[in-house]
């Protein structure tokens, strides 16, 4: 069984930074592309990064280029999101998901996690 466990939301103040992990198991977890995707309160789910297995292929959406970086453990069946200059439009629950997307509109897949929640706010 898939499961995928994320962690690190908070809340934080507009400029700051938080570090999002998921933790994955019930996969080949080095053999699977990983993405991370956020929903805001009353928005459609947003596709923010995907990163391939062996870490080498990265992409981000424009909304979050340059702030964030996503990045994967293949020992320890981790995916990060190293959040940086927040901004309160970055608020959202944040997932991960399996798979490689590069989207310019919402993310229709399935959210089968709890997610973790991150609000920017002063």
């Known amino acids: 069984e898939v499961q ?9 103040q507009p400029g700051g930074s938080l570090r999002l992990s998921c933790a994955a ?15 805001g309160e009353g928005k459609e789910v947003e596709w923010v990064s ?5 870490g080498e292929n ?3 959406s424009d909304s979050v280029k340059g702030r964030f970086t996503i990045s994967r453990d293949n020992e320890k069946n981790m995916v990060y999101l190293q959040m940086d200059r927040l901004k309160p439009e970055d608020t959202a629950r944040y997932y991960c998901v399996k798979g490689f997307y590069l989207l310019t509109g919402p993310f229709t897949g399935s959210l089968g996690s709890q997610g973790t ?5 002063s």
């Open 4 to 12: 995928l466990v994320e962690s690190g939301g908070g809340l934080v």
């Open 25 to 39: 198991s019930g996969f080949t977890f080095s053999s699977a592309s990983m993405t991370w995707v956020r929903q």
């Open 50 to 54: 995907s990163i391939n297995s062996a």
């Open 58 to 60: 990265i992409v981000y």
């Open 117 to 121: 929640q991150v609000t920017v706010s």
